[in-house]
């Protein structure tokens, strides 16, 4: 069992920047891909990005390519996502997630933390 929590979501203007946070616990951290992914209300749920297990390599949803970043320090069992330049259309749950592989599938990441809420005014 891996367990996360996600933290650092909030309210910013448009233009701005929040940094999200994700602490795991359980079984071994650095042997799980992390992703993360987002859900705005009447939406599925979809990849943004993800980190291999080493942290060597990024891999990017299109919508947010040149504007956030995730990596991941395995010694503090923690994955980031540090989001600048931030859009309305980016307002959402973002979850934090870990599979065995780098995929935007949803369906190939085993476990998942609460969700932070992340607000994007204009």
């Known amino acids: 069992q891996v367990q996360l929590v996600e933290s650092g979501g909030g309210l910013v203007q448009a233009g701005g920047s929040l940094r999200l946070s994700c602490a795991a616990s359980?079984?071994?951290?650095?042997?799980?891909?992390m992703g993360w992914f987002r859900q705005a209300p009447g939406n599925e749920h979809e990849f943004v990005a993800a980190?291999?297990?080493?942290?060597?390599?990024?891999f990017y949803a299109d919508s947010v390519k040149g504007r956030f970043t995730i990596f991941r320090d395995n010694a503090k069992n923690t994955v980031i996502l540090q989001m600048d330049s931030l859009k309305p259309e980016d307002t959402a749950v973002y979850y934090c997630?870990?599979?065995?592989?780098?995929?935007?599938?949803?369906?190939?990441?085993?476990?998942w933390g609460q969700g932070t809420q992340v607000t994007v005014s204009s």
């Open positions: 997630a870990a599979g065995p592989s780098v995929t935007g599938s949803r369906t190939s990441y085993t476990y």
């Open positions: 359980g079984r071994a951290f650095s042997a799980y891909v």
């Open positions: 980190v291999s297990r080493s942290g060597g390599g990024q």
